[in-house]
């Protein structure tokens, strides 16, 4: 049970690292945690235990628990895995379940919509959102699992640009891109099309990487 408990609150945390709500380099204080979840102190210990596994938050000697600041090694392992899970999805999109093809175009207009509205953290989330859609298409809970984990880790890249809007903004049109290359059944354009628009976000993120150190 204690086990379960943690995992509950392991969820949750990353569920909200991966909003946005928790940025890089916040101190995850067992106080405050444990009062407004309503756990214990060990249980909160083994969540952030699950969570360090993960890679999302990082354990201090004699500072304590913060969520983890990537590097550009970090954002570069990030996108290898991501092209990997996400192609998968694509190749499998012509014999995918209709609700999850369907989940790639929801997350297209939720990103619109969150656009329209100028909440640009909400089209971060809903850009995350599709992109889980893409790996979903394949079918294996295995890859929606590592996916959760990987996206919540990416969230953390993401605070690295100096602006959301800026980031975010040009691949409001190519998700809706892919969205419609899938629908049409014209799964090579979409691959190809994917392998490019990594390419891009990654280097964005390790450009302003690297205009942040220098």
Known sequence: MARSTAQRVADALRDRIEEGGLPPGTRLSEEALGRELGVSRNTLREAFRLLVHESLVVHELNRGV????????????????RAALETAGVRAAASAPAALTAAVGAAADQGERAAAAGDWRGVGTA??????????????????????RLLAEL???????????????PFLPRNRALATLLEHGE?????????????????LILDAMREASS
């Open 66 to 81: 913060f969520v983890k600041t990537l590097g550009p090694a970090d954002v570069v392992d990030i996108y290898r895995v």
């Open 127 to 148: 850009d995350l959102r599709f992109h889980r859609a893409l790996a979903a298409l394949d079918g294996s809970p295995r890859i929606d699992r590592a996916m959760d």
């Open 155 to 169: 969230r953390l890249a993401f605070h690295t640009m100096p602006s959301p809007r800026r980031f975010h903004e």
């Open 187 to 203: 799964t090579g354009r979409a691959e190809a099309e994917l392998a490019a628009y990594l390419d891009d976000a990654r280097e």
